[in-house]
T-cell receptor
Framework: EAGVTQSPTHLIKTRGQQATLRCSPI?????VYWYQQALGLGLQFLLWYDEGEERNRGNFPPRFSGRQFPNYSSELNVNALELEDSALYLC?????????FGPGTRLTVL | AQSVTQLGSHVSVSEGALVLLRCNYSSSVPPYLFWYVQYPNQGLQLLLKYTSAATLVKGINGFEAEFKKSETSFHLTKPSAHMSDAAEYFC???????????????FGKGTLLTVNP
């Protein structure tokens, strides 16, 4: 069974640009979670999507947004990039309480 | 609010020695607890989970953890460390929100395990 996949692996952007990150969940999983792992800040919850709807978001500004598609894959968009957005962005999918993570997208903002 | 404290940001052991990584949680309702491992430049891999069944939980790669409600702890152990165990380990807690079923994870800051030959 294929695990959670994320693309791209690496993304380099300049300040002010927009970034789009993608996630494909494990087949049959309807929930997708996004986390940010920034140096010195640890793992922080960003967004939760379930059945196509945004269900909850963490303490992040509105320029972090996303969506979930009918096939349950998800996209995270970060607008007006700032230097401190440089981080590893992890996507997880779940069917119940157990979350399975993808390999992450390393976003570097120059 | 729920929180997780991992005591020791860095633990160093010799190959073959006992591994003990500490995790204490704070939660107003019975929690669900997880341990994940992260190898360099990779995502998180689930080691084991506690979901209110047996208090001693066995996971992959010889790891196990014991849920102790009285101590609000969920320490991770392995009897004999292997070089391949060198990685960062994260303890996490989830709970049901009062208004729904958001199982978002709250993570500890992580413990980097070094295994010396």
């Amino acid at each position: 069974e294929a695990g959670v996949t994320q693309s791209p692996t690496h993304l380099i952007k300049t300040r002010g640009q927009q970034a789009t990150l993608r996630c494909s969940p494990i087949s049959g999983h309807t929930s997708v979670y996004w986390y940010q792992q920034a140096l010195g800040l640890g793992l922080q919850f960003l967004l939760w999507y379930d059945e196509g709807e945004e269900r909850n978001r963490g303490n992040f500004p509105p320029r972090f947004s996303g969506r979930q598609f009918p096939n349950y894959s998800s996209e995270l968009n970060v607008n007006a990039l700032e230097l401190e957005d440089s981080a590893l962005y992890l996507c997880a999918s779940s069917l119940d309480r157990t979350q399975f993570f993808g390999p992450g997208t390393r976003l570097t903002v120059l | 609010a729920q929180s997780v404290t991992q005591l020791g940001s860095h633990v160093s052991v010799s190959e073959g020695a006992l591994v003990l990584l500490r995790c204490n949680y704070s939660s107003s309702v019975p929690p669900y607890l997880f341990w994940y491992v992260q190898y360099p430049n990779q995502g998180l891999q689930l080691l084991l989970k506690y979901t209110s069944a047996a208090t001693l939980v066995k996971g992959i790669n010889g790891f196990e953890a014991e849920f102790k409600k009285s101590e609000t702890s969920f320490h991770l152990t392995k009897p004999s460390a292997h070089m391949s165990d060198a990685a960062e380990y994260f303890c996490a807690v989830s709970r049901r929100n009062s208004g729904g079923s958001n199982y978002k994870l709250t993570f500890g800051k992580g413990t980097l395990l070094t295994v010396n030959p």
